[in-house]
């Protein structure tokens, strides 16, 4: 109950495309979903989040889509571009000891071809 | 501002061996966290702390400790170093303001254990 299943592993998209990765969860109590950034070398950085009071949210290239009912949630980035290049770790949590405790997914290593 | 600050980068240690894992942040963040990341997986945390002199276990505790004795610092204790704990350690801490909470990574510690 605990995972959080993340898809494709990898995913190679032509600059201009669009860059798809899906995640799903089965733990209910689940009330808080980030993706995080993480370039080589780098630690991850938060890219964007979702509550599952809303069913998508927006910033810029970036737009988390949220379905609750199917316990899923992916991210999609427009207009692809080399520098997004990267790995991509959705996560969920819930409060737990006074704080949010992620369970990452195992990540999708993101290619852009320029 | 630094952010979080790792220290060293990287260390081989040879099976046995013990070292600290040194974590420092300026944000004057109460949370902070230690995750490891295995090759092709998520991060896992390891140990969590939501204040000066409050530790708790995380999902793969077992070979670590951790204590918190300032805000600032959050070192990480390996004793007896085994090949299992080959990994990548990042140090997080987070913010929250009852609406966003973002954990801030640091760039990480790449640890061999030969």
């Known amino acids: 109950q605990q995972q959080v299943k993340q898809s494709p592993q990898s995913l190679i998209v032509q600059k201009g495309g669009i860059s798809i990765i899906n995640c799903a969860y089965e733990?209910?109590?689940?009330?808080?979903f980030p993706w995080y950034q993480q370039f080589p070398g780098k630690g991850p950085a938060l890219l964007i989040a979702i509550r599952p009071d809303v069913s998508e949210k927006k910033e810029g290239r970036f737009t988390i889509s949220f379905n609750k009912s199917a316990k899923q949630f992916s991210l999609h980035i427009m207009d692809s571009q080399p520098g997004d290049s990267a790995t991509y770790f959705c996560?969920?949590?819930?409060?737990?000891?006074?704080?949010?405790?992620?369970?990452f997914g195992t990540g999708t290593r993101l290619k852009v071809l320029a | 501002n630094a952010g979080v600050t790792q220290t060293p980068k990287f260390r081989i240690l040879k099976i046995g061996q013990s070292m600290t894992l040194q974590c420092t942040q300026d944000?004057?963040?109460?949370?902070m966290y230690w995750y490891r990341q295995d090759p092709g997986m998520g991060l896992k945390l390891i140990y969590y702390s939501v204040g000066a002199g409050i530790t708790d276990k995380g999902e793969v505790p077992n070979g670590y400790n951790v204590s918190r004795s300032t805000t600032e610092d959050f070192p990480l204790r390996l004793e007896l170093a085994a090949p299992s704990q080959t990994s990548v350690y990042f140090c997080a801490s987070s913010s929250w303001d009852g609406r966003v909470f973002i954990q801030y990574f640091g760039a990480g510690t790449r640890l061999s254990v030969l």
């Open positions: 733990n209910t109590a689940f009330d808080y």
């Open positions: 944000m004057n963040h109460n949370y």
């Open positions: 996560a969920a949590s819930n409060v737990m000891g006074g704080t949010y405790k992620y369970i």
